[in-house]
């Protein structure tokens, strides 16, 4: 098992900044490919940005460019910056494991709770 617990979400102003973080804890966190994904008030959870040790991210092309993922395995944590955030990006944003890259961006083993970033315009 392994859980995740994200924070770092709050209310901002469009073009401001803002870092998600994601800790995990049981088994072993470089094992995992991790990513971000969000979900908006009435729309469907997408895919936001992925991680696997050694390996380039993987970004939404809609946030390509201003938002970049990182993670340190000997903490077990992750974070996401957030760079000119704009109103669309106000969602519940959700951390996520997957065994395999594949099985993160379709059906990840494991979520967090959620943290909510509202971008006000």
């Known amino acids: 098992q392994v859980r995740l617990v994200e924070s770092g979400g709050g209310l901002v102003q469009a073009g401001d900044s803002r870092r998600l973080f994601c800790a995990a804890s049981?088994?072993?966190?470089?094992?995992?490919?991790m990513g971000w994904f969000r979900q908006a008030p009435g729309k469907e959870r997408e895919f936001v940005a992925a991680?696997?040790?050694?390996?380039?991210?993987g970004y939404a092309d809609s946030v390509k460019g201003r938002f970049t993922v990182s993670r340190d395995d000997a903490k077990n944590t992750m974070s996401l910056q957030m760079n000119g955030l704009k109103p669309e990006d106000t969602a519940v944003y959700y951390c996520?494991?997957?065994?395999?890259?594949?099985?993160?961006?379709?059906?990840?083993?494991?979520w967090g709770q959620g943290t909510r970033v509202t971008v006000s315009s």
């Open positions: 991680i696997l040790t050694g390996y380039y991210p």
């Open positions: 049981g088994r072993p966190f470089r094992d995992y490919s």
């Open positions: 996520a494991a997957g065994q395999s890259w594949t099985r993160l961006k379709t059906n990840p083993d494991y």
